[in-house]
């Protein structure tokens, strides 16, 4: 099947992308990987459908098949019917080939990809970078086209377009730059916007603006978007309608609502349970903390200050912060990318020097402190890393990872003699202790996880630092590392410290919240306190940008946004 | 949730065999880039052998003149006694040529021998503390990158040898120049590697557990740090070659009693070319040609193989939409959890390492370092599941 009706003018196309039957296929060492099997889809036009799945579901390369944006080692079967942008023809995509690809791609259908810090040229202004797109499809001038920049600028939202055209994609924040990137998808016009995880690397305040822009695109333009996402709360907040995709596979397919309130399949059912949301109670009992005892953490004036480089200022991360930890609870510590939070926490490991005020671990002032004096403290401490695939040597098996800590303290002469603490430990995160004679690439991550959380226990920690342990894995993997994590936490009873972005995941684990801002402290109370009545401005806005997964929810949370912008 | 037993098979894991770094390789090629590598190992496995069995190979000795109280004749053309001739010494081509590999196969495991150890400390503790002995020592290093490797030869020759040029003499001579040369190369992609790594995420979980310097630098900076040593230790074996054979096209080899050398025979052979007599110097050309050629075709192929964006693979076939046992992308495979919640989700987090293609892919360094984001999930990810040791080589 190739390019159809290539004559005259024919009635407008029913849909604006029609995928039947598609099947993707990729070579690798290990033989042949069919990441899409049988995907049928259809999209209106101006209709938002969501693409949603974990990942390796498939729904990023069915995405790029729409554009031919596979690699070489990908082989395609079916059809991926394309309307023109004007209606007048349609084009299967998979059977197009160099220039005509090249045509299609930009003037019917264009991208929005995930990252847009490296979707941006560095070198070129991002006016040149959306004219480039412009005139490789229609013979503009360098003032008409430049005109045309101009005005997708002040669509999307960039203010004083006619200056920042000439500027640099540095000099935009990341939420602006997202905005860049979609001028440049809308510039011509398209008929078919395909947003591959758009918000995802957007702090949650930026995400609700971003949001805000996308929902306009079908309303003002009449474009179709087809939002590529794991995020079940954007796609309340944005979707028309809903595919699931699991295993290569399209499971379900309904309306937003319908998917939201009846779920018809088991698998969007329980992707649909394991969204943690707010105000649902914790995982775990709250502890009450005693007041009199001697805090685990404790903070005063905390400063933390990155030297700048010559000729900069210094980088405040960390401004005045009290903060309190005592046996046995569990804080919260939630803020946007480049609030500190994360500065807290490896300098409560230790890994980050103080600056200037106090800050006590375990009996050990650490402004000053010498790695002689706080190595004891050290084995009373874990942690446990963001990201699990880079915190295993990969050249150790999981249970040489997690003998580390003993055999560095002298509980265990080697990593053989540690194997049965090893084996308890495993079988306490729940792996099997088969697992141990594992490489860690061989775990999937939520298993990794699990690992980290084991070796971060293995000597019996009185404080347990979490960053972020959970942002960098799938909802249901998610739900599940964190019911252990609330387990073990009341098993052994140990401080913690829980760093996160995500709200509605402190809230399930966290006895009191604090919520940073810049590196201050804004609010701090409990989940109950900071989470359903919010005092600081901040705190609210934080909120209010969080997108529920139920889309009548968070229409009017959309509401409570916008009056609070 | 309750904890279950469940026995996990161990992964198949492939025998210690198949996974050697060159083995490997090769079995991971395809197409072209497999014809280099086998031509590649072909070519050094027969300079090897010649060197090892340069004795029952060579019908003569390198320094004979005679044979039977008979003297071999100068320029003597190839004939059934000499098949490559004689020298204008007085020499046998064809002996010389094959004990010539024999002082080449010595010059490159004295010069790399010398260098890398040095190299690899110097550029871990570099690379690893930092400040200013880390300053320094790229100074150093980039000091020494400006002197040209054969001048520095030439030093090294008359300090070592004094001018007289026995057999261990240039061999020396040769592996130390070429050890100065090669230390400032070993040095900057381990202290690159080591500058990377410590920064790692599994450094600091070592640091936050109270690790002590020495045991992070060896047991999770340096053995990580490794990956491109194979590639750079065969470029420099070519290297080392050429400068040998250079040194002795100068003049500054080793002398014809002491050992046979391919360079001081090209040199010796000179004056014959324009004379008409090429039996002399093309079998000592064509041997150092050939050596350096093929170090560097599997020199090369590793480094194409090791990258998988330069790697080729056999097109995926047509998959019929029925066909069996195609290769899950979902870990754990398809669902059949009913409508038990999270708890009949546990599959989803897998037990069969080969199918968590996807997550492997993000977090595989390699795969992480290719540019295009689709094509570093899927291809580069499957090829180490299983593989704990991957591309590492």
């Given at each position: 099947m190739t390019a159809t009706a290539a004559g005259g003018p024919t009635a407008p196309?029913?849909?604006v992308v029609d995928i039947q039957d598609l099947h993707v296929s990729f070579a690798t060492d290990a033989g042949t990987v069919r990441?899409?099997?049988?995907v049928s889809l259809q999209v209106a036009p101006g209709e938002v459908l969501a693409v949603v799945g974990e990942s390796g579901s498939g729904k990023t390369v069915t995405a790029r098949t729409i554009l031919g944006l596979?690699?070489?080692t990908a082989t395609t079967q079916g059809a991926v019917l394309l309307t023109r942008n004007d209606g007048a023809a349609t084009h299967d995509v998979t059977a197009l080939t160099g220039n005509q690809l090249r045509s299609v791609r930009g003037r019917d259908v264009a991208m929005v990809f995930q990252e847009p810090g490296s979707v941006?040229?560095?070198?070129?202004?991002v006016g040149w970078q959306i004219m480039e797109g412009l005139r490789a499809h229609q013979d503009l001038t360098r003032a008409e086209a430049r005109e045309a920049a101009i005005e997708v600028l002040r669509r999307v939202g960039i203010p004083e377009p006619e200056h920042r055209v000439?500027?640099?994609?540095?000099?935009?924040s990341g939420g602006q730059k997202q905005r860049i990137v979609i001028a440049q998808a809308l510039v011509l016009n398209p008929g078919l916007i395909v947003a591959d995880?758009?918000?995802?690397?957007?702090?949650v305040t930026v995400q609700a603006e971003i949001l805000e822009l996308l929902r306009s695109l079908p309303r003002d333009l009449g474009s179709a978007v087809v939002l590529i996402t794991h995020n079940m709360g954007v796609v309340a907040d944005l979707a028309d309608r809903v595919a699931v995709m699991y295993d290569g596979e399209i499971v379900e397919q309904a309306e937003v609502r319908e998917l939201f309130?009846?779920?018809?399949?088991p698998y969007t059912r329980a992707l649909l349970d394991a969204v943690p949301r707010i105000g649902?109670?914790?995982?775990r009992e709250r502890h009450v903390p005693d007041e009199s005892v001697t805090p685990v953490v404790e903070a005063r004036d905390l400063r933390i200050v990155y030297p700048g480089r010559f000729r900069e200022p210094d980088f405040v991360?960390?401004?005045?912060v009290d903060l309190t930890i005592r046996p046995g609870e569990v804080l919260g510590l939630v803020g946007e990318s480049g609030s500190g939070k994360t500065t807290i926490g490896r300098a409560i490991a230790g890994l980050t020097p103080v600056s200037s005020g106090s800050l006590r671990v375990l009996g050990v002032e650490?402004?000053?402190?010498r790695e002689k004096h706080f190595r004891p403290a050290r084995s009373r401490i874990g942690f446990v890393f963001?990201?699990?695939?880079?915190?295993?040597?990969?050249?150790?098996t999981i249970a040489q990872c997690v003998a580390e800590p003993l055999v560095v303290h002298g509980r265990a002469g080697d990593p053989r003699e540690a194997r049965p603490r090893v084996d308890e430990l495993l079988e306490a995160v729940q792996?099997?202790?088969?697992?141990?004679?594992?490489?860690?690439?061989?775990?999937s991550g939520g298993q990794r996880q699990r690992a980290s959380l084991a070796r971060a226990l293995a000597l019996d920690p009185e404080l347990l630092i979490a960053d972020?342990?959970?942002?960098?894995?799938?909802v249901s993997v998610q739900a599940r590392v964190l019911d252990l994590f609330a387990r073990l936490q009341a098993e052994l009873g140990f401080a913690c410290l829980f760093i996160s972005h995500d709200l509605a995941v402190v809230d399930l684990l966290a006895d009191r919240i604090a919520v940073l801002h810049r590196g201050v402290l804004v609010e701090e109370g409990t989940g109950e306190q900071v989470?359903?009545?919010?005092?600081h401005a901040y705190t609210q806005r934080l909120l209010a940008s969080?997108?529920?997964?139920?889309p009548d929810e968070q229409a009017d949370r959309r509401e409570q946004w916008r009056s609070l912008r | 949730m309750t904890t279950t037993t469940v026995t996990v098979p161990r992964p198949a894991r492939p025998s210690l065999w198949r996974r050697l770094p060159v083995v490997h390789q090769l079995r991971a090629s395809v197409g072209l880039q497999r014809g280099m590598l086998v031509t590649g190992l072909v070519l050094t496995g027969v300079f090897v052998l010649v060197a090892a069995f340069a004795p029952l190979l060579a019908?003569?000795?390198?320094?004979?003149?005679?044979?039977d109280g008979q003297a071999f004749g100068?320029?003597?053309?190839?004939?059934?006694?000499h098949w490559l001739g004689t020298t204008v010494?007085?020499?046998?081509v064809l002996s010389r040529t094959i004990f010539g590999a024999r002082t080449a196969f010595l010059v490159i495991v004295a010069g790399v021998l010398l260098s890398i150890f040095i190299g690899i400390a110097i550029g871990l503790l570099s690379g690893y503390f930092g400040g200013w002995i880390d300053r320094v020592l790229v100074v150093l290093a980039d000091a020494i990158y400006a002197f040209p490797s054969l001048l520095l030869a030439i030093l090294a020759a008359i300090v070592i040898s004094g001018g007289q040029s026995s057999m261990w003499g240039g061999i020396m001579a040769a592996a130390i120049s070429i050890t100065v040369v090669f230390i400032p190369q070993y040095f900057r992609v381990i202290r690159a590697e080591a500058v990377r790594i410590k920064a790692e995420p599994f450094v600091e979980s070592a640091r936050v557990v109270g690790t002590g310097h020495l045991r992070i630098m060896t047991r999770h900076v340096l053995r990580n740090s490794t990956r491109t040593l194979p590639l750079i230790l065969t470029l420099n074996c070519s290297e080392a070659i050429l400068t040998l054979a250079g040194l002795g096209f100068l003049g500054f080899g080793i002398e014809p009693t002491s050992a046979a050398e391919w360079g001081y025979d090209l040199n010796k052979s000179l004056a014959d070319v324009t004379s008409g007599i090429w039996w002399t110097a093309i079998p000592p050309g064509v041997a150092i040609v050939l050596t350096v050629l093929g170090v560097t075709l599997v020199g090369e192929s590793l480094n194409d193989l090791a990258d998988p964006r330069l790697r080729n693979r056999r097109r995926a076939g047509r998959v019929p939409?029925?066909?069996?046992?195609?290769?899950?992308?979902v870990p754990g495979g398809v669902i059949t959890a009913g409508a038990e919640g999270i708890d009949g989700l546990?599959?989803?987090?897998?037990?069969?390492?080969?199918?968590d293609v996807f997550e492997d892919a993000l977090e595989h360094p390699q795969a992480a370092r290719a540019a295009d984001p689709l094509e570093s999930p899927f291809p580069a990810a499957s090829d180490d599941a299983g593989t704990p040791d991957g591309d590492r080589a």
């Open positions: 196309a029913e849909h990441a899409v099997r049988g596979l690699p070489e941006l040229n560095p070198v070129y202004p000439d500027h640099y994609p540095h000099q935009f995880e758009p918000t995802t690397a957007l702090d309130t009846n779920a018809q399949h649902t109670g914790g995982l991360a960390v401004d005045g650490l402004n000053g402190a963001q990201d699990p695939a880079t915190s295993f040597n990969p050249l150790l792996l099997p202790a088969a697992f141990g004679d594992r490489y860690p690439h061989e775990l972020e342990p959970t942002s960098a894995l799938d989470l359903g009545a919010p005092r969080l997108p529920v997964p139920d | 019908p003569y000795g390198f320094n004979q003149l005679s044979a100068a320029q003597q053309p190839p004939s059934a006694q010494g007085g020499y046998d939409a029925d066909a069996v046992g195609g290769a899950s992308v546990s599959a989803f987090e897998g037990s069969d390492p080969v199918l």
